[in-house]
C-alpha cells in the first residue's frame, strides 16, 4: 500500500510517503516512512525511511511534512505493556542530510489507536 498517506515540502522538491501494509520477510504490517527529494526536476530519490519492528505498527498511516521539508511526522501502532496505542515518531534531517528520529508521542489513554490519526507541522 505504499502511498497510504503523502505530503508534500511547499517548494515541490521533497515528499514523504507512508505505506502501511510494507512488510519484511518474517514480519506483515510493520508499515514503512520513506522521505524522497526530487532529483534533477525528474528523479525522486529516497533519502530517509523509518521501518516498524512488529507486525500491525503500521508506520506510515498519516504522514506530514514541515513547509521546508526538513521535519516529517509519521503516525504509527505501538504495543505498551500488552496494549495497542497510538504512537507518532518525528524525524528531522540533521546537517549530514540523514534522518532520525528526534521525538516520539504515544498515547497515555489505555488501547487507544487513534492517537495520531491525523498530524500537521507548522511551517
Known amino acids: 500500500q505504499f502511498g497510504y498517506s503523502v505530503s508534500l515540502s511547499g517548494d515541490g522538491q521533497r515528499l514523504v510517503v507512508g505505506s502501511i501494509g510494507f512488510r519484511t520477510e518474517t514480519t506483515r504490517n510493520v508499515g514503512l516512512c520513506e522521505v ?40 504509527q501502532n505501538t504495543f505498551v505493556d500488552g496494549n495497542m496505542k497510538g ?28 492517537f495520531g490519526i491525523s498530524t500537521s507541522l507548522s511551517h
Open 36 to 75: 524522497y527529494k526530487l532529483q534533477e526536476r525528474q528523479n525522486w530519490t529516497r533519502v530517509g525511511a523509518l521501518v516498524g519492528n512488529e507486525e500491525n505498527e503500521r508506520v506510515g498511516s498519516h504522514v506530514s511534512m514541515s513547509n521546508a521539508g526538513s521535519v516529517v511526522s509519521c503516525s
Open 87 to 114: 504512537m507518532v515518531a518525528v524525524l528531522e534531517e540533521n546537517d549530514q542530510s540523514e534522518w532520525n528520529v528526534v521525538d516520539t508521542m504515544v498515547s497515555s489513554s489505555g488501547n487507544s489507536t487513534s
